[in-house]
């Protein structure tokens, strides 16, 4: 099983956006949050959204993606307690617990201070 990982900073209150490239629509794999708190149970973190985006070049006349194509899962998190944790992502199909073919961890260190103001695009 191949493993990826990478390391991230934020504080408290921001935004923590995972993008993980996938083909969800023909393989039936996808990612997902491996380690998430369980029900009821306050964690680091509060997701958010969790997403696919199909590749923009490939959509077909009716703007669905077309079969083989790629995409990126995206998982979107409010950043709740300072201090260190990992968030893991496995990338398998649903319906089979025992294959996983990658593993990605995220670092999360969150430092002290207050998130930035949205100040909005433009």
Excluded at 51 to 61: G, S
Excluded at 63 to 71: I, L, R
Aim: hydrophobic share 40%.
């Amino acid at each position: 099983m191949a493993s990826t990982r990478q390391s991230m900073a934020v504080r408290p209150g921001e935004i923590l956006e995972i993008r993980l490239r996938g083909n969800s629509a023909s393989t039936g794999y996808s990612w997902e949050w491996m380690n998430a708190p369980l029900s009821g149970r306050p964690g680091p973190v509060r997701l958010l959204e969790n997403t696919i985006e199909p590749d923009p070049i490939a959509l077909n006349d009716q703007g669905h993606a077309m079969c083989g194509s790629g995409d990126t899962h995206i998982f979107r998190f409010e950043v709740l307690q300072p201090g260190r944790f990992q968030l893991a992502f496995g990338h398998r199909r649903p319906w089979d617990s025992i294959d996983m073919t990658r593993m990605h961890v995220v670092e999360v260190e969150v430092v002290a201070g207050r998130a930035a103001p949205d100040r909005g695009l433009g």
